[in-house]
Structures are given as C-alpha cells and as structure tokens.
C-alpha cells in the first residue's frame, strides 16, 4: 500500500500486547497466591512435609519451569517470535497431560473436588483455561496478530 513505511509495520498489535500482559499478570498473581494465602489456613511448614515425598518434589519443579517458559514465551511473544506462541500453547497443553497422567491428582487444581467425578474435574479444568484460551485466540485470530508473526 502507497503511504506504508516499515516502520508502521513494526509496531505492536494491540492483541499481543494484552495477550503479554495478560500472559504475565496472571503468572505472577498465581505465584502471589500460592505463595501468601490471605483467607486460607496456615501452611507453616507444609513445603517441608511435602519436600519428603519425591512426586511432589517433581511436580514443583515442573510446575516451576512451567512459569519459567510462560514468562519466556511472554518476551518471544513482544519480540515477534512465532516460537512463542508454540511455547506458550505447549505450556497450556502441559498442566492438562499432566493431570491425566496423574489420574487427576494434581495438588491446587483438584482442591475441593470429588476427583472420581470425571466429569465434575473436566468442566473445573476447562473453568481455570478459559483465561489461557482468550489469550490464545488474541495471538492467533485477528489479523494483525497474525500479521505481526508472520513478518519474521
């Protein structure tokens, strides 16, 4: 189009940018709330009894590398990378993998659920991805998202 510069291209699409913000906002206010529990009991000394068991010692660590390659996929998403969006959706697909392989007890999602109800874990797991699937659909459908990824 006559008038157009590269510089105009370059620019951040509204989308991705509260897609990132979104991204990073709710990682880190879900790392607050696991970590400072306002309303809920006292967990002194909880991380101790449960450093004894090796499964959930696993499962923190993936957890937290989890959070690592979200933010990363956050600043792969702000420089125009396409492989950020492929993390990021990666990091949504991996909680749910994991909460099969476990049978359904994954310690945080399966609180204050009857996890033999499969239907009842289904419709709660679909509940706490609806944020991450907006965000999705901001990075893929409008066209300047996808614009934006596919310059590079």
């Given at each position: ?17 509260a897609?990132v ?10 790392l ?17 009894e ?9 499962l ?16 792969l ?10 993390i ?11 909460a099969?392989?476990f ?8 609180d204050?659920l009857?996890?033999?109800?499969v239907?009842?874990l ?6 706490q ?24």
């Amino acid at each position: 189009m006559p008038g157009r510069t590269d510089k105009a291209r370059s620019h951040l699409p509204a989308p991705v940018i509260a897609a990132v913000l979104a991204i990073i906002v709710t990682r880190l206010f879900n790392l607050l709330m696991c970590l400072w529990h306002p309303e809920g009991p006292s967990h002194d000394g909880v991380f101790q009894e449960l450093s004894a068991l090796p499964g959930y010692v696993l499962l923190f660590s993936v957890l937290l590398v989890l959070l690592l390659a979200e933010l990363i996929s956050a600043g792969l998403l702000l420089a125009g990378w396409r492989s950020g969006r492929l993390i990021f959706t990666g990091c949504l697909c991996l909680p749910l993998a994991m909460a099969g392989i476990f049978g359904g007890q994954v310690p945080g999602v399966t609180d204050g659920l009857d996890v033999t109800d499969v239907s009842q874990l289904s419709i709660h797991l679909l509940l706490q991805k609806i944020p991450d699937i907006v965000i999705l659909l901001m990075l893929y459908l409008p066209a300047s998202s996808r614009y934006y990824f596919r310059r590079k």
